[in-house]
């Protein structure tokens, strides 16, 4: 039940504006009908971004994962891993997908009431899911790979050196 029934018409898709952000940042990228589908190169991994405009709910959803697929043995400390970033994270949040056995960074941009994305706001979306999947990217592979424990993984991604040598 909606508190107001306002039929909206928008001037543009948001994800056509996205399309010349990838564009112009020449990253390789496929569009299905309110879909696109990129590739970002990072410092740790290639990142598979996809954006979708939800238009039911007028949400531009975004979905970024990684190649690093979490053997069974591995899941329930993963799992702890996840909610441990989470806690951290202001924006956005890490998934594990069961049935791939793949963790996915989400978060979603509301544009209700016909609100139109600005070029900031999506460079905004991208920047901070791409930035959330370099910084956690080692302590996932800690976990899956080296076989160390959430905590462990997770203090040596955020330990920052201070000062100068």
């Given at each position: 039940m909606a508190l107001f029934e306002v039929e909206v018409e928008r001037e543009i898709n948001p994800v056509d504006l996205l399309e010349q952000v990838a564009s112009v940042n020449e990253w390789q990228f496929e569009r299905i009908d309110d879909e696109i589908s990129m590739s970002v190169d990072g410092v740790w991994a290639?990142?598979?971004?996809?954006?979708?405009?939800m238009e039911d709910f007028e949400a531009l959803h975004l979905a970024c994962a990684f190649d690093l697929k979490i053997p069974e043995n591995r899941i329930n400390e993963t799992i702890r891993l996840i909610s441990m970033i989470n806690e951290q994270l202001l924006i956005g949040h890490f998934d594990l997908w069961r049935e791939d056995g793949a963790v996915m960074f989400r978060q979603t941009l509301l544009l209700n009431?016909?609100?139109?994305?600005?070029?900031e706001q999506l460079e905004c979306l991208l920047t901070s899911a791409l930035e959330a999947c370099e910084r956690y990217f080692q302590a996932f592979q800690y976990v899956v790979w080296a076989g160390k424990g959430s905590k462990d993984a997770l203090d040596s991604v955020l330990f920052e050196t201070m000062g100068t040598a």
């Open positions: 290639a990142y598979d971004v996809s954006l979708s405009w009431g016909g609100a139109e994305p600005t070029a």
